[in-house]
Each structure stands twice: as structure tokens, then as C-alpha cells.
């Protein structure tokens, strides 16, 4: 069964189990998208919940896409599978000039669709009924779900509550003959966490040691707070016949309907996650890819605006969450943008929780139980609207919270 309380199924929704897979019936629609789906029927809402940027897509990159879609007879059609030649070579050169990271174009470079699909399509061609998967408490729901569908066992691994850094102990005594795989969201969705390069070669090390596989999750590697350092476990050359990097430009460049990622993985292990993106997308969306491309040989000043921006939106929203202090706690995010806020036992369990802040504060927010065990007892709530939606949301929370904690 799925790891979570469903929200639709928490507000009345009954699924069908006759004819449908065990897979399938063992998995559940992340609470992620489930409160938005759930919040069309509640006027006046304003969303904390998915993570979504405010910015739209910079114009160049749309310009770049009408003039192909006008231009260009191919822009309408398949591209081949690992996606267009030009965009996995540009993919490349990004990874040189900012990481330090050479990979094949030709070979260890896949676009997908989405870091969704390279995530779901990395996770089946590694995992079989049975292995275990490592996942830090709390962990991205969808991570979880991914394991489930491969017939994996989620094993979960507590974060440090006071920090949300690395617990290397609990993490040492997780691992088993039965580990087959430990995956990474850095920076981490959802607590804002990021992760300290001593505790990441820790997890290299054990990874060598022990024979398994490391995913990570890069969705987040431009968006670190403070001047704080970002280093990713891709840079270690000791791993790369064990490391896989699944990259997204959703967040980067606002992008998150255009559904283009990228896997990034030696060269016969993404021959085997191939068949996986044959099997169900054939290619990305050519003209995502043409976006895509656009983006990375486009001016990249909108990276810089987007972090200092959703910087001065992470502080607007500790300074609210401040004041509402004794009512709630957090740990403020070094990174992406979301933060995880504590409540107090007596408001209820949290999908309880933010099923009243829906209906009772009209404010969307994601329940913790959404990400795993350690998530429980807590509330994600999203930094990635306007100053506007964020000021009205945390007015409503603070009434809502005074009123029901006091």
C-alpha cells in the first residue's frame, strides 16, 4: 500500500482495485498534486503548495520557440530518443563550464521529460522486486512513489530534525546486503537543506564500499542561499560508474510546463534507461528542446535574478513565520524554495492539517506525511509566488494558527 493517507482519499474519493496491477495499487498520487486538485473547488485560495515559479518563461526563450515553430519543418516532429544533438551537446558544455563535468554527448546525455521521467525511468532500470532504496526522512514524495511502482522497498533514513542535514549515523545503520540504491535530492526538496560536502563523501565512500548505486536529484543546483557553497556527488570521478544525475530546467528557467530534463549516467547504464524513455515518451517534446536549448546559449542573467529574488522571498516569509513563533518552528532554507514549518501536536495530524487550511484558511500547503516519515507533524509550504500571494497566504496562516494553537 502507498506510504501516505491519500488527500482524496481524505476528503471522500474511493479508488477502483478489481483489474488494476498491484503496482499500481501500491502507489498514490502525490499529496503534491492532490490539495491543488482538491483547492478547484475552494473559492479564494492562494497557494503555498507545488512548486511553482511566479516568473513566466524569459522571452528569449519563447521568441526562440516561435520563430522555430514558424521556421523550421522538424520543429513539429520526433527528435531522436536521447534528444536533439545540438541540446545534448550544449547540455554538455553547461556541465564543463560550471561544474568541472565532462560527459559524451553522444553517449551519457538523455533528455527527458522532465526530471520526472528521467527520475521514474533511472529508478526501473536499476531497481528490482525487493531491493532496497535509501531515502532521507523527510524525502520528495515522488521519489518514494518511483521506488514503490519498481517493486522497491523505501527505506527511510531520518534527517536531523534541529538542522535537516545529513543523520550519518541513522544512514550507517540503514544500509544492508539488500541496498541497491540511496537517492539525493541536493538541494533538498522539500526542507531547503543543503547538504555539506563532508557528509556527502561520507555517502561516496559507503557507495564504494558497499556497491550501490547513488541518484541524485540536481533540480535545485542553481538555488543556494547566502553565498552558500554547492557541491554535487557528479563531481567525484571515483563514482561515475555509479553515479547518475537527473537535471531539470524547470526551476532554473522557468520552466516547469515545458517538461524537459535530462539524465546524466555512464554510457551502458543509459542505454538501458533508453529503452525505459522509449518505452514511454519516445522523445521530450521537440519544441521543449528547442526551448531548452535556447535557455542554456541564452543570456543567463535570469539565473542570477531568479535566486536573488527567491532569496528576498525566503526572507519575507521567515520573518512572518517568526512572528508567529510560539505557534509554529522551521529551520530556514540554505536552498530551492520551500520550508518546512512545525506545528503543535494538538492542531492534528498534517494531512488533517493542511485539509483545514484549505477549507478553513483558504491558504494551499503540502502535508509532511506527504514526504515520508519524517515529514509528520509538519507542513511544506512553497516560496515560489509573488511577494502579494505570499504576504495574504502568511496573514491567513498566522490568523489560522493563533487561532487553532493557542
Known sequence: MALERSALEAAGKRYR????????????????????????????????????????????????????????VWTGKYTLGPGLPALRRA????????????????TEICITVGAMEGLCAT??????????????????????????????????????????????????????????????????????????????LVVAQWALEHGFYIICDETYDFLTYDGKPYWSLLSMPELRRQVIGVFSFSKKYAMTGW???????????????????????ICAPTPSQVAALAALEGPQECVAHFRKTFQARRDRVCSFLDRMAPHLSYVKPQGA???????????????????????????????????????????????????AELDEAMERLARWFEKNTA
Open 337 to 387: 524554495y520551500y520550508v518546512m514549518v512545525k506545528f503543535p501536536p494538538q492542531a492534528g495530524d498534517s494531512m488533517t492539517v493542511a485539509l483545514r487550511l484549505l477549507h478553513e484558511a483558504r491558504v494551499i500547503t503540502i502535508p509532511g506525511s506527504a514526504f515520508g516519515p519524517g515529514g509528520e507533524g509538519h507542513v511544506r509550504l512553497s516560496f515560489g509566488s509573488t511577494e
Open 259 to 281: 517538461r524537459v530534463g535530462a539524465v546524466v549516467a555512464p554510457a551502458d547504464i543509459l542505454d538501458h534507461v533508453m529503452k525505459v524513455h522509449d518505452a514511454a515518451a
Open 123 to 200: 529508478v526501473l532500470t536499476l531497481i528490482e522486486p525487493g531491493d532496497e532504496v535509501l531515502l532521507p526522512s523527510p524525502n520528495y514524495a515522488s521519489h518514494i512513489e518511483q521506488v514503490l511502482l519498481a517493486e522497491g522497498i523505501p527505506v527511510f533514513f531520518p534527517l536531523k530534525p534541529a538542522t535537516w542535514q545529513l543523520d550519518l549515523d541513522a544512514l550507517g545503520h540503514a544500509i544492508s546486503p539488500r541496498t541497491k540504491a540511496i537517492i539525493i535530492c541536493h538541494p533538498h526538496n522539500p526542507t531547503g537543506a543543503v547538504f555539506s560536502k563532508e557528509d556527502l
Open 17 to 72: 482495485d478489481e483489474g488494476i496491477s498491484r503496482r499500481v495499487r501500491g502507489i498514490a498520487v502525490s499529496a503534491i498534486k492532490e490539495i491543488p486538485l482538491l483547492a478547484q473547488k475552494v473559492p479564494g485560495c492562494v497557494s503555498l503548495g507545488q512548486g511553482i515559479s511566479s516568473f513566466p518563461t524569459p522571452e528569449h526563450i519563447v521568441d526562440a520557440v516561435c520563430r522555430h515553430l514558424r521556421e523550421s
Open 91 to 106: 547540455f554538455a558544455d553547461m556541465l564543463v563550464r560550471e561544474r568541472g563535468l565532462w560527459v559524451d554527448p553522444d
